[in-house]
């Protein structure tokens, strides 16, 4: 695959999974809502730099795999295929919340560093982000993609979840908009969902080479 088309397809489908609500959007809300525009901002950044310990072994490790087994790409992508179908199933079975609200605290004063910090580690310590990195670039492998094309497709994660979540705070820094936001995040999950499925299918049904 070559890079502009591995770029488009990381970009609908991390786009759709950065959306999904989950620990890192629920962290987001909290310090923008708690802390402020600021405050979010720099957590959004900490959560885009934390990728780079998942994108690190899941790039690298498999780019040393399907150098030496097409095989094993082979269960790799019916495994990650699986995967973003089973996720995207959960999307589907998304119900609304009723009275569903997000708490705000107020936020103890804290360095930007600090704040940065934390939001890294909501995101490197996730451990439902393994395998689904291991199934995101399975989208894009290919045993004659070399290293530097992995690296250009990671920083672009890496922006696309910067951006997400930048948008976000500025979403949330606004009472009326994070409402219903939150009235109708069930209807996002199920069209989230039925996306997930359909690359989900993709995988299982793509080439391995």
């Known amino acids: 695959m070559d890079i502009v088309h591995g770029l488009v397809v990381l970009t609908i489908v991390h786009t759709l999974a950065a959306a999904s609500p989950g620990p890192d959007f629920v962290f987001v809300s909290q310090q923008t809502l708690a802390g402020g525009r600021r405050n979010g901002l720099l957590c959004s950044l900490g959560i885009a730099l934390g990728l780079s310990v998942h994108l690190g072994y899941s790039a690298f490790g498999l780019a040393t795999l399907v150098a030496h087994s097409a095989d094993l790409l082979w269960w790799v992508k019916m495994i990650g295929g699986s ?24 936020a103890q004063p804290r360095s930007a560093l600090r704040t940065v910090g934390a939001g890294f580690l909501c995101n490197a310590l996730n451990p439902k982000a393994p395998i ?34 930048s948008f976000v705070v500025l979403v949330l820094s606004i ?35």
Do not use: C
């Open 83 to 106: 995967y973003l179908i089973y996720l995207g199933i959960r999307g589907l079975r998304a119900k609304a919340l009723a009275g569903s609200r997000v708490l705000v605290v107020q």
């Open 132 to 165: 689904y990195f291991l199934s995101l670039f399975t989208l894009v492998l290919s045993p004659e993609m070399p290293l530097f094309q992995l690296v250009i497709f990671s920083i672009w994660i890496m922006f696309i979840q910067l951006v997400w979540f």
């Open 175 to 209: 009472p009326s908009i994070n409402s219903q936001f939150q009235r109708a995040g069930h209807w996002i999950d199920r069209f989230l969902g039925g996306a997930m499925v359909l690359l989900g299918i993709k995988v299982l049904l793509g080439k391995t080479s």
